[in-house]
């Protein structure tokens, strides 16, 4: 979960937004559970901007999807 939680403050940071607007953002399309837990052994291994950017690419598709679900 130490993780999950750089992963969300990074995110937040890059976007300029609240860890807790971030966090909202994740949690409502799943990401923190269905990617970054999910692809945590890849993940880790990367650097922390590589990931930054990887969980922001993932949000902005996640998003757009549920999006378009409606």
Known sequence: MIFASSC???AAR???ISTS???Q????????????????DGLHTQSRE?????????LDIWES??????
């Open 65 to 70: 999807k549920k999006a378009g679900q409606k």
């Open 25 to 40: 953002r994740m949690k409502r399309v799943g990401l923190i559970d269905g990617f970054i837990l999910k692809c945590y």
């Open 21 to 23: 607007e971030m966090y």
């Open 50 to 58: 590589h990931v930054t950017e990887d969980v922001l690419g993932a």
């Open 14 to 16: 890059q976007r300029n």
């Open 8 to 10: 969300v403050e990074s």
